[in-house]
């Protein structure tokens, strides 16, 4: 299948920092991502989503860039508090079939 | 509402054991989909209905899953016989038409074969 990654497995913010999480996806093809939020012991939570046509789509707080020249998704998150504590993991949509990442775990500190 | 709901939370089962998971969709919902989720492999699609018909169940593993959707307002995810690599968490989401900024998540049902 395809592969979707995340460059880090854990990422560490103080409060109010703005975060950024990373994703590489590795099919060109790919012409739709979601962005996932995942709390401890609860299901993923859609954040945010962006089509191969777009660069750039914001939302309250969030931010997500697309750079289809190196197969990249950022997802970044702005004044990070502590209720953004969670699994954030990208998806990337083939073909009408959806590839998930692993994810990266963001801790807030206080 | 209540959201989706998933039953038993935690599951803990011998191999070649028969498991059976439960979901609830969230009511006037029209799609389901069952996923799996593990570290290594992250999260899987295993099937999907629509107005409680199978559309895709490319994502099952093998034959030892089945999935059932014997009305709207409820589904079954059955492992016969189970085995220890089954060992994930186990979603169900449901959403209006379809798409995957409509769906929502239950709380997972957490499998450990031994």
């Known amino acids: 299948g395809e592969s979707v990654g995340l460059h880090l497995p854990t990422l560490s913010v103080q409060e109010g920092d703005n975060s950024i999480i990373n994703c590489a996806y590795s099919?060109?093809?790919?012409?739709?991502f979601i962005w996932y939020k995942q709390e401890s012991g609860k299901g993923p939570q859609f954040i945010i989503d962006?089509?191969?046509?777009?660069d750039k789509r914001q939302g309250q707080r969030v931010t997500v860039l697309l750079n289809k020249t190196v197969k990249h998704l950022s997802l970044q998150i702005a004044a990070t508090q502590p209720g953004d504590s969670a699994v954030y993991f990208c998806?990337?949509?083939?073909?009408?079939?959806?590839?998930f990442g692993t994810g990266t775990s963001l801790t807030v500190i206080p | 509402d209540a959201g989706v709901i998933q039953s038993p939370r935690h599951e803990v089962t011998e191999m070649g054991q028969e498991v059976t998971l439960r979901c609830k969709p969230i009511s006037g919902h029209d799609y389901l989909f069952w996923y799996r989720q593990t570290m290594m492999r992250g999260l899987e699609l295993l099937i999907y209905?629509?107005?409680?018909?199978?559309?895709?169940d490319s994502g099952m593993p093998e034959d030892r899953f089945s999935a059932k959707m014997p009305n709207a307002s409820f589904s079954t995810l059955k492992i016969q016989p189970s085995e220890p690599r089954d060992s994930a968490v186990y979603f169900c989401a449901s959403s209006f038409g379809g798409g995957p900024y409509e769906q929502y998540f239950g709380p997972g049902t957490r499998l450990t074969v031994t």
């Open positions: 998806a990337e949509n083939i073909l009408n079939q959806f590839y």
């Open positions: 099919n060109s093809a790919s012409d739709y």
């Open positions: 209905f629509n107005n409680n018909v199978p559309i895709d």
């Open positions: 962006i089509r191969s046509n777009m």
